[in-house]
């Protein structure tokens, strides 16, 4: 049985290592991430309103996700001030890629969640495949009240299969010849295929 003093000091070790813990700088989904492959089928039968006009399709899909997420909220250093962040993250090929987020000096971090991996026309991701190191920079109307760097990981995953092939229906016979967006929506469905 813990005495007083020992109870005290235990508690006091939680507590050091809790604050330790929240004054971490970085992404709030931590410093390592897993990259992982995800396949499987899909069925499409797509019928035009008002023409009779239908197709059937199946296609085999593939795609990539984050975990723990796609998105997450960069966490900095308690008690400073800002309004802005620019985070630049050197990548191992040498390449890098810069994000500016709005910052919420009240939360400490990011206003939103930053995009570490989704790929759009409009959008890029922050991070790659292996080391990445994130350079930040905060700032409060354009001065510049902290900066430091991190490390984050990206590692390949084994790929998913999802066991079942899943039907779905189109409105849009364009769907038929190009799948859409029902790749997505069908991994969506298998939770990602655990």
Request: aromatic share 10%.
């Amino acid at each position: 049985m813990l005495s007083h003093c020992g109870r005290f000091l235990t508690l006091a070790s939680s507590l050091f290592l809790l604050g330790a813990a929240e004054a971490r700088v970085g992404f709030s989904g931590g410093e390592v991430f897993q990259a992982v492959g995800l396949e499987g089928e899909i069925s499409l039968t797509c019928q035009e309103p008002g023409t009779g006009r239908m197709e059937h399709s199946q296609f085999r899909c593939s795609g990539e996700i984050l975990e723990p997420g796609e998105f997450s909220w960069f966490v900095g250093p308690r008690g400073v001030a800002g309004d802005a962040v620019e985070l630049v993250a050197q990548h191992e090929d040498g390449s890098s890629r810069t994000k500016n987020e709005k910052y919420d000096e009240a939360a400490g971090r990011t206003s939103s969640a930053v995009n570490l991996w989704v790929w759009t026309l409009l959008q890029r991701p922050l991070l790659e495949v292996g080391k990445n190191a994130v350079s930040y920079r905060i700032t409060k109307s354009s001065r510049e009240t902290a900066s430091g760097q991190f490390e984050v990981r990206v590692e390949r995953a084994p790929t998913r299969t999802c066991r079942f092939r899943r039907s779905y229906f189109s409105s849009n016979v364009q769907d038929c010849q190009t799948g859409g967006g029902w790749c997505g929506q069908y991994f969506a469905d298998e939770s990602y295929c655990p």
